[in-house]
């Protein structure tokens, strides 16, 4: 049984006549009673009556009418859904977020801008870390991750700058650059810092340390924090201060504040996001996704 088999039935049921089936499926009357003849003996038994200027459904006829629509109906859906899936407008997204990337503006605008574009693309978000996200893109078990950088690229990575993001300090109400309106890192000389164990993060391990050696001390090591989110808590909880993207400042937590830091004349560190998938990936998707990564400029 071929699928021209259901539409020839298809036609000849609705039309109740051979030739005018024949003419509006676009094949002469004669092949078309012997597709129909094969249907039915691969049915077991006949489908039509043929009266001398109709025709009509057998019992057999009636009960494989509805059936054979269904199959059509299922074909096409799939046939659809198939071409969007090819164009990229139907599928699935796993996205995975390390240090809370996700905070940061122009992320879940690009999201959002995406997911109003192609509502039929499923995103499936991960929270992790850096290092970790970089191993699942690399064991497939992510599509696309938002990640911090600088970091070692694995082979077959791609890696895509998104934005700079500013750090700013976290500091524990009552500390006594509270009441500057920025404070230059070197006060902190004498303060513990907390910060992500390195092995998770190392893009804000190491510019949190650069920064503090650019302003002339090494900063005291204190508590590590499980996760980026964990800082806010812990210096507010008294366990030191601490480094952190701008856009985490949408944490607020009794206790603790955010300050911009007074460089004197030098660079404020940041905390650059970029985009790293497969370059293999192979999924029109998230090559959608990819295209409509905000310009270089806009990120800026």
Not at 64 to 91: C, D, K, N, T
Not at 129 to 153: E, G, I, K, M, Y
Not at 252 to 262: C, E, Q, S, V
Request: charged share 20%; glycine share 6%; aromatic share 8%.
């Amino acid at each position: 049984m071929e699928l021209r088999h259901l539409q020839y039935f298809i036609a000849v049921a609705q039309e109740r006549h051979f030739t005018r089936a024949a003419a509006r499926v676009g094949i002469q009357q004669p092949p078309l009673s012997l597709q129909i003849k094969q249907l039915e003996a691969e049915l077991g038994g006949p489908l039509f009556v043929r009266l001398p200027r109709d025709v009509v459904l057998t019992e057999l006829g009636e009960a494989f009418l509805p059936e054979a629509r269904q199959i059509l109906e299922r074909v096409e859906r799939a046939r659809r859904r198939m071409q969007q899936i090819s164009r990229g407008e139907a599928g699935h997204i796993r996205i995975g977020f390390a240090g809370a990337t996700y905070f940061e503006p122009r992320i879940p605008a690009w999201i959002r801008d995406f997911r109003a574009r192609y509502p039929d693309v499923q995103l499936h978000p991960q929270q992790s870390n850096t290092a970790s996200l970089l191993t699942a893109l690399v064991d497939d078990a992510v599509d696309v991750a938002f990640v911090r950088t600088p970091f070692d690229v694995p082979p077959g990575i791609v890696s895509v700058p998104v934005v700079d993001e500013p750090m700013v300090l976290v500091l524990p109400l009552g500390h006594p650059m509270c009441a500057r309106e920025r404070v230059p890192l070197a006060a902190l000389a004498q303060d513990e810092f907390i910060l992500l164990p390195r092995d998770i993060s190392p893009a804000l391990y190491d510019r949190t340390v650069a920064a503090c050696e650019a302003a002339g001390f090494r900063p005291k090591l204190g508590q590590e924090a499980p996760q980026i989110t964990s800082i806010v808590p812990m210096v507010a909880a008294g366990f030191g201060v601490s480094l952190v993207p701008a856009s985490v400042s949408q944490i607020r937590t009794p206790g603790m504040g955010f300050w911009p830091i007074d460089a004197a004349g030098g660079n404020v560190p940041l905390a650059p996001i970029s985009l790293a998938y497969r370059e293999d990936h192979g999924s029109a998707a998230l090559d959608r996704f990819i295209a409509m990564m905000p310009a270089a400029d806009a990120a800026e």
